[in-house]
């Protein structure tokens, strides 16, 4: 993508130079394993690439089947505790849902073993849960009693 850059003319010693990059490698001690190779890149080049490099595009979300139950039960669950007023939370009655929620997001995060964290939903639903409750905290501090979900 840029012009009279080394590394990109060289597809070969692109790849591998941006590996050393990913790996966080210096672009001094990349140059000095370039040059093992017997190839010559400065620093300078290195890092100008660094600049200019295009980066892969972040890991999207890896696509599930349409029909997935415990996606469907996940989503709609999210969809209703953010429809729901604030005090439907503190609702007993409101807790096997909310169970059934996390445990279908259990069941998705065992599937997708990559990065959506099983943290994810769980943060999520505290923050809004957070929200609806007016806490101004975050989900880091949630007042109340515990009530054991499972
Ligand atoms: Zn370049």
Redesign the pocket.
């Known amino acids: 993508m ?1 012009l009279g ?1 080394k ?2 003319d060289d597809l070969a010693l692109k790849k591998v130079v941006e590996e050393e990059l990913d790996k966080h490698n210096t672009y001094a001690f990349i140059s000095r394993v370039q040059e093992h190779r017997g190839t010559k890149v400065s620093p300078e080049t290195i890092s100008n ?1 660094a600049k ?2 295009e980066y892969p595009p972040p890991d999207e979300k890896p696509a599930l089947p349409k029909r997935d139950l415990a996606v469907l039960v996940r989503d709609k669950m999210y969809d209703a505790i953010e429809a729901l007023p604030a005090d439907a939370m503190l609702i007993k009655d409101f807790q096997p849902a909310l169970g059934n929620a996390i445990r279908a997001q259990g069941a998705i995060d065992k599937r997708e073993t990559k990065k959506v964290g099983n943290q994810t939903f769980i943060l999520q639903l505290a923050a809004a849960m957070g929200e609806r409750l007016g806490l101004t905290s975050g989900p880091d501090v949630i007042e109340g009693e515990a009530t054991e979900l499972v």
């Open positions: 840029s850059c590394i990109c690439h200019h490099r």
